[in-house]
């Protein structure tokens, strides 16, 4: 049963560039999470999807930033024109239906945006 | 809104030696509570988590965790630590009661076991 995949798992780009990060959710999951990990921080929330909507959005930049799980193929987080304040590791998550698991969530192994 | 203080961001410890990681959280809601654990370059796992019930959680490799709801606290324990257990650490809330899925995650302590 495959965990959550993400790629690429390092995406290099210069300023104003843009960067696209994949992530597949687990076998079952309906529901997808983005966080980033600035260096020495801990994660913090971006966007909740489910397919083909947005739930929560409170934690995105409101520019350059916006993501979609559509109805078939994997979630995407896409950031536009990257600056250097944008290098940091994306994590994305996954979560069944259900919140039997507490919104327990299932981590990919990350995607680290170097912006040079 | 929720806020969680890992108020140790490193944690050294001697192998064989107990060590306790503490986390604090703030919310206007009944909370879910979770410790996960990132080696190096890689993702985040699940340590353990308290969802209901007993308030003491065990994980598979030793840990355990305890709810404290006056004390607003979900410490992290080991009796004997090692070296694999290098990693680091962090402690995350759920809202339980509304209807919003983010976790809010501590700033993490990091663990560094020496032989």
């Known amino acids: 049963n495959a965990g959550v995949m993400q790629n690429p798992r390092h995406l290099v780009r210069r300023r104003g560039q843009e960067a696209r990060l994949r992530c597949s959710p687990m076998?079952?999951?309906?529901?997808v999470y983005w966080y980033r990990q600035l260096p020495e921080e801990g994660l913090k929330f971006m966007v909740y999807?489910?397919?083909?909507?947005?739930?929560?959005e409170s934690g995105m930049p409101k520019e350059r930033f916006s993501a979609e799980f559509p109805k078939e193929g994997p979630s995407i987080l896409r950031i536009q024109q990257v600056v250097r304040g944008d290098s940091a590791a994306y994590f994305c998550?996954?979560?069944?239906?259900?919140?039997?698991?507490?919104?327990?969530?299932?981590f990919g192994p990350g995607t680290r945006l170097t912006v040079l | 809104a929720q806020s969680v203080t890992q108020l140790d961001s490193q944690v050294p410890v001697f192998e064989e030696a107990p060590v306790e990681l503490r986390c604090n959280y703030s919310?206007?809601?009944?909370?879910?509570l979770f410790w996960y654990v990132q080696y190096p370059n890689q993702g985040l796992q699940l340590l353990l988590k308290?969802?209901?019930?007993?308030?003491l959680v065990e994980s598979i490799n030793g840990f355990e965790a305890e709810f404290n709801k006056s004390q607003t606290s979900f410490h992290l324990r080991k009796p004997s630590v090692h070296i694999s257990d290098t990693a680091e650490y962090f402690c995350?809330?759920?809202?339980?009661?509304?209807?919003?899925?983010?976790?809010?995650f501590g700033s993490g302590t990091r663990l560094q076991v020496q032989p």
């Open positions: 076998k079952g999951h309906s529901h």
């Open positions: 995350a809330v759920g809202d339980m009661d509304t209807g919003r899925r983010a976790l809010t």
């Open positions: 919310s206007s809601v009944s909370v879910y």
């Open positions: 998550a996954s979560s069944p239906l259900d919140r039997l698991g507490g919104d327990e969530q299932f």
């Open positions: 999807l489910q397919k083909e909507n947005i739930i929560d």
């Open positions: 308290y969802l209901s019930g007993s308030t």
